[in-house]
């Protein structure tokens, strides 16, 4: 059974960073691409990034291009999400996501969750 644990959230002030953590378990992740999707109060489920597990292809929504960064550590676990020039509409709870043969921005073809870690920005 995949598990994937989301770490690293917190309080920041406009301006500053935070580096979330997903950790993923369960099997091996080959053709797997993992992604960062994020949730603010009232508001629908939003892509924010996602990364094939070889890194070779990775995706961004245009709100976070050039301040925000998914990696992973060569073959290591887990998957990070720099954050970097945070905007207080950044403010949301973020969720990391798994999806087998599939390489997209719909949350709804990724097959497994974690529990989210809550990131809020102050102006």
């Known amino acids: 059974q995949v598990q994937l644990v989301e770490s690293g959230g917190g309080l920041v002030q406009a301006g500053g960073s935070l580096r979330l953590s997903c950790a993923a378990s369960g099997r091996t992740f080959s053709g797997y691409t993992l992604a960062w999707f994020r949730q603010a109060p009232g508001k629908e489920r939003e892509f924010v990034t996602a990364?094939?597990?070889?890194?070779?292809?990775?995706l961004y929504a245009d709100s976070v291009k050039g301040r925000f960064t998914i990696s992973r550590d060569g073959a290591k676990n887990p998957v990070y999400l720099q954050m970097n020039n945070l905007k207080p509409e950044d403010t949301a709870v973020y969720y990391c996501a798994a999806a087998r043969y599939y390489f997209g921005t719909d949350y709804r073809d990724y097959n497994y969750w974690g529990q989210g870690t809550q990131v809020t920005v102050s102006s």
């Open positions: 990364a094939t597990w070889s890194g070779s292809s990775s």
